[in-house]
């Protein structure tokens, strides 16, 4: 049998080369399982090179490890290697121009998604148990819809990031994945220890994002959405946006846009770093977006968050499809990934703007693609979200 310290084989190509393996504490209640942690969260001793060679060639060793990674050393989870991430994470695709892209197990031929692409990856071809990657504008929950796996974005700030590549940090957050509802919860009880667990009662479906979606994702989710709505005392259809998902996507693409330059300006002018196709378009479109801009967007968002809390006090979630579609098939069109990415925007969006936790759950397919269902709660509601989707599928 193989160590739990051993590198696992990588046929999908989820992991980086190097072989970054650290033993977990001999006990605690994730001894005996292995994890894989997105390259962008720092290993005392190992560059992390966030998905780009000219950031790992203008960085050195890390001189520590990663909270969100000691943790669950602690606890006794082993990491057996680092996964690769999209460029500085700023993609929901999972395509790599340097280091390649990891296969969608569950979707041959179709992208895993990303940022967290080996992460998602790994989990779903059973390299490991579960995995650690971060989310900003969707990068955990495109990739569990897209290969068919849970994945948590967290309540912004809940878990430290210190020790972690940034994006956006207003907007940054840690996710992991799982293959089952109950592993997911498990390493949500590490992370989010001493948080209530109230299960909540009144279920939201937001029917505006339903219809931002793909005609044959939304049928796809519609039964599911019956029975889940069945297991709440009350069930309420919502128009989430008053003034459209687009407006509020569009203003929280700017900000994001705003804090991305803030945190790699500097160093992109100084490094000229040789960024991919798509990449290099997007971070040349950040380093033009203008205070004026963000002073626009900016009470769009706030108006949205305002919204957002207005719709979901504690004891209310809201269900919205993970992504618009099944995952897009490699090598697409330049136009057709961005479309798509622009209406994934528009389902994602809503728990950035507003800081809030939210898990994929892989319910239903879509020509043989998976598609996820998500539970969006209010701040601070995660492990009530994870007890939540423990007791909806374990009552399937």
Not at 61 to 87: Q, S, Y
Not at 278 to 295: H, I, N, Q, Y
Request: aromatic share 6%.
């Amino acid at each position: 049998m193989e160590s739990p310290a051993a590198r696992p084989d990588d046929p999908l190509g989820a992991f980086t080369d190097e072989r970054v393996v650290v033993a977990g504490a001999g006990a605690g209640p994730l001894a005996g399982l292995r994890f894989g942690l997105k390259d962008l969260y720092d290993v005392a001793g190992f560059v992390t090179r966030a998905g780009s060679p000219d950031w790992a060639r203008t960085h050195g060793p890390a001189a520590e490890t990663a909270p969100a990674a000691r943790v669950l050393l602690d606890a006794g989870a082993t990491l057996v290697g680092k996964t690769h991430t999209d460029e500085l994470a700023y993609s929901l695709l999972g395509e790599n121009a340097h280091y390649g892209t990891p296969t969608n197990p569950s979707a041959p031929g179709r992208v895993p998604g990303g940022s967290s692409s080996g992460s998602a990856s790994a989990v779903a071809g059973h390299l490991v148990d579960f995995s650690v990657g971060s989310d900003t504008g969707g990068s955990v929950r495109v990739p569990a819809s897209n290969c068919g796996i849970y994945g948590i974005r967290t309540t912004h700030g809940r878990i430290s990031l210190a020790n972690a590549v940034p994006l956006a940090p207003s907007f940054d957050t840690v996710g992991w994945f799982a293959r089952d509802a109950g592993l997911l919860e498990r390493v949500g009880r590490v992370y989010l220890a001493g948080e209530p667990a109230r299960v909540p009662t009144r279920l939201l479906v937001a029917r505006d994002a339903f219809a931002a979606a793909d005609e044959a994702a939304d049928a796809a989710l519609a039964p599911v959405v019956e029975g889940i709505a069945a297991r709440f005392s009350e069930r309420d259809d919502v128009v989430v946006a008053p003034d459209g998902l687009v407006e509020w996507a569009a203003a929280w693409r700017i900000l994001q846009a705003r804090e991305i330059w803030r945190a790699h300006g500097r160093w992109i002018e100084r490094t000229r770093p040789a960024f991919g196709p798509g990449l290099r378009e997007r971070f040349e479109w950040a380093s033009t977006v203008s205070e004026a801009e963000e002073a626009q967007a900016g009470p769009i968002c706030e108006a949205a968050r305002a919204r957002l809390t207005e719709l979901l006090p504690e004891g209310t979630v809201l269900c919205l499809p993970s992504a618009p579609s099944g995952a897009p098939r490699l090598a697409s069109l330049p136009d057709q990934l961005e479309e798509y990415r622009t209406r994934t925007m528009q389902l994602t969006c809503s728990a950035g703007i507003a800081e809030l936790p939210q898990i994929s759950m892989p319910l239903a397919e879509v020509d043989s693609c998976p598609i996820g269902l998500s539970l969006l709660g209010p701040a601070g509601s995660d492990r009530a979200l994870l007890r939540l989707v423990g007791d909806l599928v374990e009552g399937e």
